[in-house]
């Protein structure tokens, strides 16, 4: 399910909207608390019921860390994806593209028409240009990165099956860990 939202995720657009990531959004909640109690329950089921409450501590310490990890790679990520998309698409915005031409022409006229100066217009226009080449490297490269992370939590998946489960249960009684 996660993977199935980032998936989505990665196929907005610069005209996505509130109602685009709602049900991505979603079925990522879903996906994510259909995830944690089994993994924490894997995680503390082999301990004596004396050791749970540090047991439980240590997969929250492990689980905030991961997180903050993750977090920093992203964002290495998705600069290292800015750079790369900017640079490719730098590479089509020059003079000699019609469609270049067309919209700065167009920025142009609409600054000129609302009572810029030439230079001024011109100025703006490049601005405005800018933004729009902004825009698109920041959307390519967030849908990079929704993808990898989507991608990632997939190939995780096989790992459970390398899970050693616990053959023989403590048994003890449960309320003496809480």
């Known amino acids: 399910m996660f993977f199935i939202s980032m998936w989505l995720l990665s196929k907005s657009s610069l005209q996505s909207g509130e109602k685009d990531f709602f049900i991505p959004l979603v079925i990522r909640g879903v996906g994510l608390s259909l995830l944690f109690v089994p993994l924490t329950t894997l995680a503390l089921s082999p301990l004596p019921p004396k050791d749970i409450?540090?047991?439980?501590?240590?997969?929250?310490?492990?689980?905030?860390?991961?997180?903050?990890?993750?977090?920093?790679?992203?964002?290495?990520?998705?600069?290292?994806?800015?750079a790369y998309h900017r640079g490719i698409l730098l590479g089509n915005f020059n003079i000699y593209n019609n469609s270049v031409q067309e919209r700065l022409s167009t920025f142009t006229s609409g600054f000129l028409a609302k009572g810029y100066s030439s230079g001024a217009a011109s100025k703006m226009a490049n601005a405005a240009m800018e933004g729009v080449l902004s825009r698109q490297v920041a959307l390519l490269s967030y849908m990079d990165a929704f993808f990898v992370v989507g991608l990632f939590l997939l190939c995780c998946v096989p790992l459970l099956a390398l899970q050693k489960t616990p053959k023989d249960k403590p048994d003890a009684d449960l309320s003496a860990a809480h």
């Open 53 to 82: 409450a540090q047991g439980a501590g240590i997969n929250n310490m492990m689980r905030q860390l991961g997180g903050s990890f993750g977090v920093a790679l992203m964002t290495t990520f998705i600069a290292r994806r800015i």
